[in-house]
């Protein structure tokens, strides 16, 4: 009798144990500032997203992605916890790499977005179903099968105030297109290796920036009227500029 009750209690003791580790091993997250990614995590956003920002951290425990950028474009970058980039961070929520993303339940469809984390980047986000009218004829008229992802008002150098749209289609990176106050289409930019960029742009920012550190990404800007400029970034230290230049090397402005 004795032997029959230790085998009970040997494998009570073995099934709560399995349960201890089951419901350790359970995926969650909390939401942080980008304080909280390694310098290696932050590098990489400021070199290949340079004109974007941070909004907020997904810090994710028992997970394949132990941190997720969330970018004030919607964007999201997944990263290792000593911040290697691994891809796009819809793909890594939870404990799974699975394409799923959870942007219906309470982390992007809740509180969260309202939270004192990145509350203030919501003041220059326009509605995507408040889009003018004129917007999205344009959009429907010119990039048939884009979706568009994000909108917000923002300052270009030298148009002034414009409103930012980002369009997307899959199998192809965003691209973002600018529209003035009447909501004439100004340009359209998208992301592109800095080293693609003309010598004439490279020479005038070895040149005149010898100190500052350029960003691995820049972006090339289309004007209503098919010219081509380019949007360099650039940084010393804490000291961050975008400089905006002419194919030939010419400057723009310096935002």
């Given at each position: ?6 085998v009970?209690?040997?494998t009570?003791v073995?099934?709560l144990?399995?349960?201890n580790k ?6 969650s997250s909390q939401?942080?500032d980008?304080v ?6 932050v590098s990489y956003a ?6 974007a920002?941070?909004?907020?951290v997904?810090?994710q425990?028992?997970?394949?992605a132990?941190?997720?950028a969330v970018l004030?474009t919607?964007e999201?970058?997944?990263f290792t916890s000593?911040?290697?980039?691994m891809?796009d961070?819809?793909q890594?929520?939870?404990?799974h790499h699975?394409?799923?993303?959870i ?11 309202g939270g004192g984390?990145h509350g203030?980047?919501?003041?220059n986000?326009i ?8 917007i999205t004829?344009?959009?429907a008229?010119n990039y048939a099968?884009y979706?568009?992802?994000h909108a ?6 030298p ?8 369009i997307?289609?899959s199998?192809?990176d965003?691209?973002k ?5 009447n909501?004439t ?8 290796l800095?080293?693609t ?5 490279k020479?005038?920012i070895t040149?005149?920036?010898?100190a500052?550190?350029v960003?691995?990404k820049s972006?090339?800007?289309t004007?209503a009227?098919?010219s ?8 010393l230290d804490s000291?961050?500029k975008?400089?905006r ?10 935002q």
């Amino acid at each position: 009798m004795k032997k029959v009750m230790i085998v009970m209690l040997v494998t009570m003791v073995a099934v709560l144990s399995s349960c201890n580790k089951n419901d350790q091993a359970v995926p969650s997250s909390q939401v942080t500032d980008a304080v909280s990614l390694p310098a290696k995590a932050v590098s990489y956003a400021a070199d290949n997203y340079p004109d974007a920002t941070i909004n907020y951290v997904l810090l994710q425990t028992n997970a394949v992605a132990r941190y997720i950028a969330v970018l004030n474009t919607t964007e999201e970058l997944a990263f290792t916890s000593t911040g290697d980039y691994m891809g796009d961070g819809k793909q890594y929520h939870g404990g799974h790499h699975d394409g799923d993303t959870i942007h219906g339940d309470t982390i992007h469809g809740g509180g969260h977005h309202g939270g004192g984390h990145h509350g203030g980047h919501h003041g220059n986000q326009i509605p995507v179903d408040s889009l003018p009218v004129m917007i999205t004829d344009y959009i429907a008229a010119n990039y048939a099968g884009y979706s568009v992802i994000h909108a917000e008002y923002d300052t270009l150098c030298p148009e002034g105030a414009v409103k930012e749209v980002m369009i997307s289609i899959s199998g192809s990176d965003p691209m973002k297109l600018v529209f003035d106050a009447n909501n004439t289409f100004l340009l359209h930019a998208s992301r592109a290796l800095y080293s693609t960029t003309p010598q004439a742009v490279k020479d005038y920012i070895t040149a005149n920036y010898t100190a500052y550190q350029v960003s691995n990404k820049s972006e090339t800007l289309t004007l209503a009227d098919n010219s081509v400029q380019y949007s360099v970034y650039i940084r010393l230290d804490s000291d961050r500029k975008k400089v905006r230049l002419t194919d030939a090397g010419i400057l723009v402005c310096v935002q």
